[in-house]
């Protein structure tokens, strides 16, 4: 059982260049999460979805779009990359999206955005 | 507005004891999460404390107290491997996860 899956590992992108990170898992979790990780700051939620089908907005959306077809796979695009963009992400699952559900965290990709 | 504040580093020797607080100040409360992350990892689950007192697990322990909005993480018998960042979460009456900015925990041999 792999848990939950990212890739790329690692990405060196273009300013303006489109590029969609992917997120898998195979736990059968209800609630997936998109979270950006930057140096000095706690983890900052882009968006989530509760349940295949539906997404929400998290604290930072602006420039990242989400889609949740089916259980397994929450990939997260960059429309249009800039440089502030260069992060940390995590994606992560949890059973439910109460909140109060532990959540599972991927291994990371590092986007450097030039 | 919401605040959740952790020492960002800490320093401590191998075999010692090490209290990381964390004091938070959240439109509602329904919970408080640890997670450690070790450096260029993801963050995996510690604790969940809903209720005041203290939650032992192992060398860690979480204690929680919601008149306070305090609660810390101790870890006893420190290992060289438990050289990692503990971030404290924090569940708002919205059900959303607020995050710390993590302890750093140096440990010497």
């Known amino acids: 059982i792999a848990g939950i899956t990212q890739a790329p590992t690692s990405q060196i992108l273009a300013a303006g260049r489109r590029m969609t990170l992917r997120c898998t898992q195979d736990?059968?979790?209800?609630?997936m999460y998109w979270y950006r990780q930057d140096l000095g700051l706690g983890l900052r939620l882009i968006h989530y979805?509760?349940?295949?089908?539906?997404?929400g907005k998290g604290e930072v959306p602006d420039g990242y779009s989400v889609s949740r077809a089916n259980t397994d796979d929450f990939p997260l695009t960059l429309a249009s990359a800039v440089p502030s963009q260069t992060s940390v992400y995590f994606c992560?699952?949890?059973?439910?999206?109460?909140?109060?559900?532990?959540?599972?965290f991927g291994p990371g990709t590092r986007l450097t955005v030039l | 507005g919401q605040n959740i504040d952790q020492p960002t580093e800490m320093t401590a020797t191998e075999g010692a004891i090490v209290q990381i607080n964390c004091t938070y100040q959240t439109s509602g409360f329904n919970g408080l999460f640890w997670y450690q992350q070790h450096a260029g990892e993801a963050p995996t689950f510690l604790s969940y404390?809903?209720l005041d007192g203290l939650e032992e697990k192992g060398r860690f322990s979480s204690f929680l107290s919601r008149s306070k909005g305090y609660s810390y993480l101790l870890l006893k018998e420190l290992q060289m491997k438990d050289s990692a960042s503990y971030l404290c979460a924090v569940v708002d009456s919205n059900y959303q996860l607020i995050w710390g900015a993590g302890t750093k925990l140096i440990i010497k041999p």
């Open positions: 992560a699952s949890s059973s439910s999206g109460g909140g109060t559900d532990t959540q599972y």
């Open positions: 736990m059968r979790h209800n609630a």
């Open positions: 404390n809903v």
């Open positions: 979805s509760n349940t295949a089908g539906t997404t």
